[in-house]
């Protein structure tokens, strides 16, 4: 019962862009402790019940690690040894209900782990989505 889905979206193929020549795009993140927020935190796309917000802008090739070192870079919390983040992409469905979908771990001591090469592309981030972030201990 914490909103999240257990269905995610179809896995695209990995892509590749030229960052010297695309710009990159603002993605809303949400962090916190423990566990994931609920769809319904969501239910007001443009103003989030959500706090802990952070803005990063990034590209699509961007990778689960890459999205993790940029948290780590400003927020303290989740550099506690030992300590995991749970990435999970929030989208609009069919019907314009939010989606809460955990789409990877990554750990401190093993960024690059099995979920760490995952890009935004390849678990259908668009522009406009949101990521919610998990630190788990």
């Given at each position: ?29 949400f962090i ?33 690690a ?23 992409h ?48």
């Amino acid at each position: 019962a914490d909103g999240t889905s257990s269905s995610p979206r179809p896995r695209r193929h990995r892509q590749t862009i030229n960052r010297e020549l695309t710009s990159p795009f603002l993605v809303r993140v949400f962090i916190g402790d423990a566990f994931h927020r609920r769809a319904e935190d969501f239910e007001s796309w443009s103003r989030p019940r959500a706090t802990g917000e952070l803005h990063l802008y990034t590209w699509p090739d961007a990778t689960l690690a890459e999205i993790a070192d940029l948290v780590r870079e400003v927020n303290v919390a989740t550099r506690k040894p030992g300590s995991r983040l749970s990435i999970a992409h929030i989208y609009r469905d069919r019907r314009g209900k939010p989606v809460v979908q955990q789409v990877g771990v990554i750990h401190e001591a093993d960024r690059e782990g099995p979920d760490g090469p995952i890009s935004l592309f390849e678990v259908g981030f668009r522009a406009g989505d949101y990521i919610d972030i998990a630190i788990l201990s």
